[in-house]
């Protein structure tokens, strides 16, 4: 049961004055597809930086796997099976797409300084495990044939794709996706939903934040809402639509895409 | 081809006054290599990279002054205090990032400076530590015979320099090099997959620190004396200049930096008191114009060649 | 006791120069986020300026150092148009290399054109000490004083009461806002580096009659500089302001109390110090200038 389960409870983040996020309780549960949805400004993206360690909660906790999170360092989170991907395209933009997964297979090496300037035997055969591994994910996500090219260098969907498989590289228990599908035409969108299916059939809990209400309701076995700051909605993506508290934050805030 | 004209050297090349620019050149190699780990891969500025040098020539200098070591000892000796140095002043640093960082360095390469400069019972301040031996090859248990002209210094340095490139080329190509690029490429998102940034730029610090040091030591026992000046910003600038003009960030960018800056001031010899005005100019002019560097720009005039 | 207090006037002076060079530097970087490395040589410049006008030309002394300020005002606008100009919009390693660039080039510059020999600068002002109860102070360093506060108040009422000072004021918050409500960003850029470099201009021409001249002369100062800057937290003005008076004061009782080999070490302990335990600075938050 607490195989890659997400439990959040009370948290607070507060910075420049500003409570980001107040008393915000809930919980992923392994294996689903949750969803985190809320006018711009809701807070959602400083859930996702105080859950992975990018940003320290002022209170509450966050659990992972039994294990308390809250508070460690991004990388730490990594390690236990946390990955997030960015809101803004994050690349490693210098660097050909087959690096850029190589790099996000970094927890999936263990070679040290010691053995790597002795060039021992096992450091070799871990590098062809490796560039192995790469080319699976890159195969998975559908990016392979770009493997030569400099990132900056892709299309701006393919960039997105490439973000996912630098994450997936680093094989999560739970993938923290922040709007995955943000600038993307519809044909773009309906692979990226489909995706996703793919990740969760591979038993990766996805857990992630969206402004598209299609493909929210369309993958989502559980979706959050989040309002200024705070939690002002948890269901079923047929049990959210219809809440009227979500409603009234679409329609009355700046939302993007009242529910449809 | 190139490879045996370089050992050969002692033998064919009979101007010692140019072997003596090419061990410079080895020196120089080494020193631009290490620096390249910090500044080219994991894309830190990090301006105190003279003060590895100096430690390692003081150690090495000390211990054969004051304890009579020889430099077999002094040289691996010169390595572990400068990389602990390395350790040091990367704890310390990289808590910051960005100017912050580069105050750190450059402040931590001045105070080691005005140390040496002060602490006469120590380091004999601005006097130096002069007659430091040179390094000597034991023959059976009673005869050892010292280095003596410059071929000997030469293979050293040549070795040195051969090793310093073979770490850097093994580390580069591997998982950690893989990490200090993701760390220079894009620090956040290198830690969304575990990298730990701190420990992998203080490791790279330790690595570029222990390589400058033990190029310090045999400075100290080629020129036989070390003073306060190896800790001076100038040098560290040269290091700079050498790693950014040859082409930061790849393998053989520092060493034809090095190459190249050890040749330019002999070439301007005449005119030496332009030489750090120059080398001002050139480092603007690069910026501007050359930013990644001579390698790079062939490699691609190379590429683009119908 | 008296020895404390001379120490203390003595650091106080010292640090009102201290803090025209942190403002100066505080300001760029407040406001154009450039790491001016340079910043010493133009210290360096308003020195050797000051000598150009004082000592070979036979100029009236406060012409001089007038001159010698409007020198780095100008030479500093030149550097801003043509080396930091095409750079703007890259990243803040670059900058920092071109400016490492200039900071070598300026220094050499001087080296070539006026030796290495420290020269010294003619000033009308007595030898004699003037005393003042227990404390000792020569007439110079009172005009030094003097002159440094001036500034930093005429700095102060520039940036706080004029349009131009409520345009920096705004850049520095919001460049892009400001860009949106008209402000011409690159001419705030020069005048902000230009002024800055005025600032640190005056200082060298304030401090080269008591100290000699020579062309390595900006390295401690931008070392100096920078620990005032970080002590006083990046584009905190008021905080540059008592940043440079604590440092001159640290030195001082430094210099007198412990050792003087050591003394031009203090500012980059202090660095290092404020750095790992309040790398905001000592003042707080930079929240705005002036």
Avoid at chain 1, 16 to 35: D, I, K, N, R, T
Avoid at chain 2, 84 to 105: E, M, P
Wanted: aromatic share 8%; proline share 4%.
């Amino acid at each position: 049961m607490t195989g890659s389960t997400l439990e959040v409870s009370a948290l607070d983040v507060r910075f420049g004055g500003v409570q980001a996020l107040a008393g915000v309780s809930f919980g992923v549960p392994e294996g689903a597809v949750v969803s985190l949805i809320g006018p711009n400004g809701a807070g959602k993206t400083t859930a996702f930086n105080a859950i992975t360690g990018y940003l320290a909660p002022t209170a509450g906790t966050v659990t992972f796997a039994g294990e308390p999170i809250a508070g460690l360092r991004p990388h730490q989170v990594a390690r236990r099976g946390l990955v997030r991907t960015f809101q803004k395209t994050s690349l490693f933009a210098q660097v050909t797409v087959g690096e850029n997964v190589l790099m996000g297979l970094h927890l999936r090496g263990a070679s040290r300084l010691g053995a790597i300037l002795l060039d021992l035997r096992r450091v070799r055969a871990e590098e062809a495990r490796l560039r192995e591994a790469a080319e699976e994910v890159m195969a998975f996500v559908g990016i392979a044939h770009r493997r030569e090219e400099l990132a900056a260098s892709l299309p701006y969907g393919e960039q997105r794709l490439l973000e996912l498989a630098i994450a997936l590289a680093a094989r999560p228990r739970m993938l923290l996706l922040d709007e995955p599908a943000s600038g993307m035409n519809p044909a773009e969108k309906e692979s990226t939903m489909r995706l996703i299916g793919r990740i969760r059939d591979q038993g990766i809990t996805v857990f992630l934040v969206e402004h598209d209400m299609r493909l929210v309701m369309g993958i989502s076995d559980r979706v959050l809402v989040l309002n200024h700051g705070q939690l002002i909605a948890q269901g079923s993506p047929a049990e959210v639509r219809r809440d009227p508290a979500v409603i009234q934050a679409y329609l009355g805030g700046e939302g993007a895409g009242a529910p449809a | 081809m190139l490879a045996a004209a370089l050992v050969g050297v002692p033998v064919w090349l009979t101007n010692q006054y140019l072997v003596h620019l090419l061990i410079l050149a080895g020196l120089f190699t080494i020193l631009a290599v290490s620096l390249n780990l910090l500044l080219g891969y994991t894309g830190q500025l990090s301006l105190g990279h003279a003060a590895f040098f100096g430690i390692g020539a003081y150690t090495s200098a000390l211990l054969d002054v004051h304890l009579g070591l020889s430099f077999w000892v002094g040289l691996p000796a010169a390595a572990v205090a400068a990389g602990l140095s390395g350790l040091l002043i990367g704890r310390l640093a990289f808590k910051l990032r960005g100017a912050y960082f580069v105050l750190v360095t450059i402040s931590f390469a001045e105070v080691v400076r005005l140390v040496s400069l002060n602490w006469m019972e120590l380091t004999q301040g601005p006097l130096g530590l002069p007659g430091i031996r040179p390094p000597s090859i034991r023959l059976g248990t009673m005869a050892s015979i010292p280095f003596h002209g410059k071929g000997a210094y030469y293979w050293l340095v040549l070795a040195l320099a051969a090793l310093s490139y073979g770490i850097a080329s093994r580390v580069v190509r591997s998982r950690i090099g893989r990490a200090f690029v993701a760390l220079r490429e894009n620090e956040a998102l290198a830690e969304s997959v575990g990298v730990d940034a701190f420990r992998t730029l203080v490791l790279a610090t330790v690595l570029a620190a222990a390589m400058a040091g033990a190029a310090g030591s045999c400075y100290a026992h080629y020129v036989s004396f070390v003073g306060p000046e190896v800790f001076l910003f100038s040098y560290t600038i040269t290091m700079v200049i050498m790693v950014i003009a040859g082409g930061k960030g790849t393998l053989l960018g520092p060493v034809a930096g090095a190459v190249i800056f050890t040749a330019v001031p002999e070439v301007l010899r005449e005119a030496q008191q332009f030489q750090m005005t120059v080398y001002g100019a050139i480092l603007i002019l690069l910026v501007i114009f050359m930013p990644r560097g001579i390698v790079p720009y062939l490699k691609e005039r190379r590429a683009g060649a119908p | 006791m008296d020895t404390l207090l001379q120490h203390l006037l003595n650091g106080i002076i010292l640090g009102g120069t201290y803090a025209l060079l942190g403002i100066g530097l505080t300001l760029i970087f407040g406001i154009m986020n450039v790491v001016n490395f340079a910043h010493g040589e133009f210290y360096t410049l308003g020195a050797f300026a000051a000598y150009f006008f004082l000592a070979l030309l036979g100029v009236n002394f406060y012409v001089g150092v007038a001159a010698a300020i409007v020198a780095g005002v100008l030479i500093g606008a030149l550097c801003e148009r043509f080396v930091l100009r095409p750079l703007q919009g890259e990243n803040i390693d670059t900058v920092m290399l071109v400016m490492i660039g200039v900071w070598i080039f300026m220094q050499n510059t001087e080296l070539l054109i006026w030796g290495g020999i420290p020269q010294s600068i003619p000033h009308p002002f007595s030898p004699r000490p003037l005393i003042v109860g227990p404390l000792h102070v020569n007439s110079i360093r009172i005009f030094v004083f003097v002159v440094a506060f001036c500034l930093i108040g005429a700095s102060h009422l520039a940036i706080q009461r004029t349009k131009l000072g409520k345009a920096m004021r705004a850049t520095f918050q919001d460049r892009e806002a400001a860009a949106l409500m008209g402000v011409n960003i690159h001419r705030i850029h020069t005048v902000t580096f230009a002024f800055g470099s005025g600032l640190a201009a005056a200082a060298g021409a304030l401090l080269g009659p008591i100290f000699l001249v020579y062309p390595s002369m900006g390295d401690l100062a931008a070392l100096k500089a920078f620990s005032v800057v970080i002590m006083g937290g990046l584009g905190n003005f008021m905080g540059a302001t008592f940043g440079g008076l604590m440092l001159g004061v640290a030195e001082s009782l430094g210099a007198g109390y412990i050792s003087s080999g050591y003394k031009d070490g203090i500012g980059f302990i202090m660095i290092i110090f404020v750095l790992l335990f309040r790398p905001a600075g000592l003042f707080g938050r930079a929240q705005r200038i002036g």
